[in-house]
Structures are given as C-alpha cells and as structure tokens.
C-alpha cells in the first residue's frame, strides 16, 4: 500500500487526499493553518466555464464542474457546492 504525504488541505490538496485514500494509499496531510483556511477560504471558487479559451481550457473547466457534481453525487451531500448563479 502506498504511503502518501499531501502537503496543503485546501480544495486541491484535500482532493488529492480524498482521491489517494479512496484508491487504498495511507495519506497524511499537512497544513500550516486549519484545513481550507488559506486561499481556498478567500475564493469565491465559482465553478464555471464562461468564456474560457481557447476551447481547450474551456473543456478543462466543464469536466471540473461535471467532477464536482459527480463527489457530490458519491459523498450524497455537498453543502460547499453552488452549482448555479451567475456574476457581471
């Protein structure tokens, strides 16, 4: 079993963590702060794909969006996700 260390519990690293652990790896992660309250705590973290190029970029953001939706599905809950609305 891989032993892994995630330095970071903002989104991305807790992300990698989740994904890691639910693949059988022994994950530790590290913070400085508490989890989620550096950077991914000052974000708006709207999940779009507004205007996004070029197209390739534009795919990357809508298969992030259809990830989040698919968590949410697996964990059956998902509090932290927004997936409507829209800013001018």
């Not at 892994?4 to 652990?21: P, Q």
């Not at 590290?30 to 705590?41: L, Y």
């Amino acid at each position: 079993m891989p032993e892994i260390v995630v330095v970071g519990a903002g989104l991305v690293g807790s992300a990698v963590a989740y994904f890691c652990a639910r693949e059988g790896a022994r994950v530790t992660v590290i913070d400085a702060g508490r989890s989620g309250g550096g950077t991914s705590s000052t974000t708006f973290s709207w999940l779009n794909a507004n205007r996004k190029t070029p197209h390739e970029y534009f795919d990357l953001n809508v298969a992030g969006m259809r990830a989040h939706v698919a968590l949410r599905d697996e964990l059956g809950s998902a509090p932290w996700l927004h997936d409507g609305g829209n800013l001018e």
